[in-house]
């Protein structure tokens, strides 16, 4: 079944999203069952996996093992990887795979590359023992983060293409889905899995308290093994799905032209279509889940500070949390798909900040589990409906000629401010206290609706 609902794609789309057609709740709802959607589900599935198990998951590994809280700490910055892939996105746009191009097309190619890339590098994690082959594990991760990070380009390329304007938010909804489903087998998953794969330790009591005495490096190449199994999701998805539609790209005379077609015609190509727009676009992607951001750094401490366990801040926070963002993500997929993205773009905005302000009440509240529940739905509900409406409106600023090189630019730049400005929030705490903190990062929320409205204000046919 053809991965397009028609034969042709525009080569520029318009700013925003077109009139929406009246359609019935049924006829939206019943998108998210369309092949596309499914694919998108696994693909986002296999996008969503390495990502802890390079950052969170590999931390508690190496805090296991008797590493020290500092060099944890200095590799962390192995998630950099992800921060930067716009560098080498233009050549994942148009570079040609040998043999695999040829073979599955330019978007399956990179996929499939990419995937068993990490599948080999989780495996060498696996084997890898931290206690005596740091490097080895260290080196190992970056593979599995750059590898990650060119999954990702591809990825975003092979969805944006691989439907109109008015199907993204579904897509970007059931991707948002595989994604989490993926991060709660990484995170959760795995830890369970080494549990089980121990030995009854040999060291019990007080010592057995120390940092590297209970490390069970066979546990850990279990679980590790098992997640690189599950890459196979992906990477069979990727070999029984279509290539999209080939958007012809005229051919390089010379190494120069080449380089100037893949490297600059990407960008010169969004500034050429929008104009003085550009600019606007730019704040926008740069500003909009900055209270999200900001606040979400200070949740966990808060959670402590407030004397909320670790069972409950699990239960609350990371399962059921992760539904209601799955809820508000299928429901913000299907209101961009019946009301247009540009409105849910708003009201994501507006769910967004005043959430935060639920948190500042809580603050004042005191510790009550009931209270918490009520305020981790209503925030995770609104950064689902804010996160589908947001990747729809960035897939729909992309010229499909470079879809995956300007996509990889756009959700780079969204994090690059709101996490710097997030570096702070510690020490803004710390001076005043968290009811404060809390309202603050609401009001980050304010100049975010302004650009919404312009933006909304000025879209329309942009220049071909």
Known sequence: MPLLPSPTLPA???????EPARLSWA????????????????????????????????????????????TIGYLSWVGLAYGFKWCWAPLVDRLPLPLFTRWMGRRRSWLLFSQLA?????????????????????????????????QDIALDAYRIESADVRHQGALAATYQTGYRIAMIWAGAGVLWIAARAEVAPAVTGAAATAPGVLYQQAAWTTAYLVMAASMLVG????????????????????AAEWLRSALVEPFADFLKRYGKQALLILALIGVYRIS??????????????????KDEVAAVTKVYGVIMTLVGAFIGGALSLKLGVMRVLMLGAVLSAGSNLLFAWLAGHGHDVTALIAVISADNLSAGVASAAFIAYLSSLTNVKYSATQYALFSSMMLLAPKWLA????????????????????????????????????????KP
Not at 431 to 440: E, I, L, Q, S
């Open 235 to 254: 990477v069979l998805t990727v070999l029984f799905s279509r290539e999209p539609v080939h958007v012809q790209l005229p051919p390089s005379k010379n």
């Open 423 to 462: 570096g702070y929030s510690g020490a803004f705490v710390d001076a005043y206290d968290y009811p404060t903190f809390f309202t603050a990062t609401a009001f980050l929320g304010l100049p975010v609706l302004v650009l919404v409205w312009l933006a909304t204000r000025m879209q329309g046919p942009v």
């Open 27 to 70: 006829d939206t709802l019943r998108v998210y069952l369309e092949p596309a959607s499914l694919r998108m589900l696994a693909l986002g599935f296999s996008a969503g996996l390495p990502l802890l198990l390079v950052l969170g998951t590999l931390s508690f590994r190496l805090r296991e093992a008797g590493l020290d809280r500092t």
């Open 118 to 150: 990490i599948i080999a590098s989780l495996v060498g994690m696996a084997v890898a023992d931290p206690r005596t082959g740091l490097t080895a594990v260290v080196w190992c991760a970056l593979a599995v983060a750059f590898a990650s990070a060119t």
């Open 292 to 309: 999200d951001v900001v606040m979400g750094i200070m949740a966990n401490p808060f959670y402590v500070d407030m004397g909320y366990t």
């Open 12 to 18: 520029a789309p318009p700013l925003g999203d077109p």
